[in-house]
């Protein structure tokens, strides 16, 4: 693809999201996409963060226990603390990186199924905490989380108070669309870069990379904290929006559905997580028409996607060779 | 303290069972079953109706069981996982696959059985009372015993048929198997069927126990992933100490640990990731898978 058409490509998606659909939730009254479209931007964040751990090649099912425990970091600096909504994001962020980086340092030795079935069982872990220490409130977890502040510099107002908003949701998915840009535009200039090469090479073979003198042990841990980050930002924000966060809010399902996307979307494509969480979510949400027949046509969907292109949605472009052989 | 080792025997019994089926599949197929779990359940299910609604013995129900999920774990190899491994450039890709199955199989589970507690009635009444030292019905004993006997019986038949030699020479390497003339396809499909019939036994012999409900089949997943990563993935006598060793963790966590609440899983797990750390391929695992 020519530079120009990628520019056009670009500035395409971003007229999409940032002014077309709302135009058209607008003038359509379809309120609740702004939901839906908020959720698929938040989620292909965090999932963002998985399909870098699949960059380096791990299977990262345990993105939940960061999202989740984002979502506590901020709940609990917002409503204990009283500190502003905008610098718990960050603070969210950074204390699953550190955290992660503290676990990955040991697991991420592990390789193949056993760093999958590590990562699985540390969403459990979360989830068991969640219910244990004290500061988290046990099963009532915490309720009733004010909404965003504004922000205002020198007089001027940068962002408004999102409780006095007449209609919240679209505040909400401009800031989880302009995350989600910022986030997606971030990980193409680090798969881009000579850090992504480097990653790459680890995906393919790390002993190889060590003997040419890649340092892999902090290669792999800095995808990792990477990853969490985002995990953790995603999840601060999805708290923020339901106000209320529980040691159920992310599951072992969610971990699940986080590397679905990813495998969906494809993972040899930077952006194949934002089109797999879209149609992962959008199709469970049309389904809901469907009643009790919904998870019987979601997952029959899913098995004959796998099927038939198991190399994730954005594979359709390539050129098809005989008998489908890669 | 009697009691604590009498129950973790017996849970570790079942879960070695469990732990048996997913390392097999993973051993031959290099697949991580995420559906393990549900075909747990589904084994459960067709218990309850041969036995709890048609009223058959209960041997009878077993062997439905049986059955019933070898065919299921032999179509879901021969028209699924065989093409998507074929395809596909990487094989993670499989994973998804797996829990595409996994979410496939609750929801046909759901819509046929519904989302109540089902149980049976008791295969065997009485409870063994050793002077108060090991109290234990008799139907937890049978069960098992049965156990036990399956993972005996397994073992042997791999050890010692044409096909667990075939099944075995494919897990250790699957391009020498197939040049020492090992119909790898069909040896494929026979170990993916006989992990899952491990399974539909397991949920044979539960239901009589702890009856079954459509929901459990994931957390049963998440047991089975960790005696797994205990012992060391696809290797049998691993996933059999590692289930016994899970039955016996939970048995004495859940004595000893009751005072403190609910954190006996919290521990395990914690002390699952240290021990990780140390070990990465678990108790026999080879190193990396």
Known sequence: ??????????????????????????????????????????????????????????????????????????????????????????????????????????????????????????????????????????????SNIPLPGGISLFGLTLIPDFATLANVKPAFYYLAVILMILCFAGMYRLVHSRLGQLCRSLQQNEELA????????????????????????????????????????????????????????????????????????????????????????????????????????????????????? | MEQVIANGLYLGAQYALIALGLTLIFALMNVLNFAHGQMYVLGGFVSYTVYGQLGLPFVVALVASAVTLAVVGALIERFLFRTVIRRSHREESTMLLAAGIAFFLDAVILLMFGEKQRGVPKIMDGVLNWDFRIIMPYDRILVGTLAIAAIAGFILYMQYSKTGRALRALAQDRVAAQLMGVDVDRYSMIGFALGALLAGVVGGLLVTITGVNSGIGGPISIKAFMMVMIGGAGVISGAIAGGFILGMLESVGLSVLHAYGDITYLVIFASLMVFLAIRPQGLMGKPWG
Request: net charge positive; hydrophobic share 55%.
């Open chain 1, 1 to 142: 693809m020519s530079r120009g058409a990628q520019i056009g490509l670009v500035a395409a998606f971003l007229l999409a999201v940032l002014v077309a659909v709302p135009w058209a939730i607008e003038a359509s009254g379809r309120w609740d996409l702004y939901y839906t479209l908020t959720s698929v931007a938040l989620l292909s964040i965090a999932s963002a963060g998985v399909w870098l751990t699949f960059y380096i090649g791990r299977i990262n099912i345990g993105q939940g226990a960061y999202a989740l425990m984002g979502g506590y970091v901020s709940a609990i600096l917002v409503v204990d603390y009283g500190i502003s909504f905008w610098l718990t994001l960050p603070a969210a962020g950074l204390a699953c990186a550190a955290v992660s980086v503290l676990i990955g340092l040991p697991i991420l030795r592990l390789r193949g199924v056993y760093f999958a079935m590590v990562t699985l069982v540390l969403t459990e872990v979360a989830r068991l905490a969640a219910l244990a220490l004290p500061v988290t409130n046990g099963a009532k977890g915490i």
């Open chain 1, 210 to 326: 060590s003997s040419i003198g890649v340092n892999i042990a902090y290669l792999r841990v800095l995808a990792y904290a990477v990853s969490s980050f985002l995990g953790g930002l995603g999840g601060a924000i999805f708290i923020a929006i339901s106000r209320s966060v529980y040691p159920s809010s992310f599951a072992v399902q969610d971990s699940i559905n986080f590397m679905l996307n990813c495998f969906l979307g494809g993972l040899g494509y930077v952006f194949g997580p934002m089109l797999g969480t879209l149609v992962l979510y959008f199709g469970w949400d049309m389904l809901f028409l469907a009643g009790q027949w919904q998870l019987l046509i979601y997952s029959s969907v899913l098995i004959l996607l796998m099927v038939w292109l198991p190399n994730g949605l954005f594979s359709i472009r390539l050129p098809r060779r005989g008998g489908g052989q890669p």
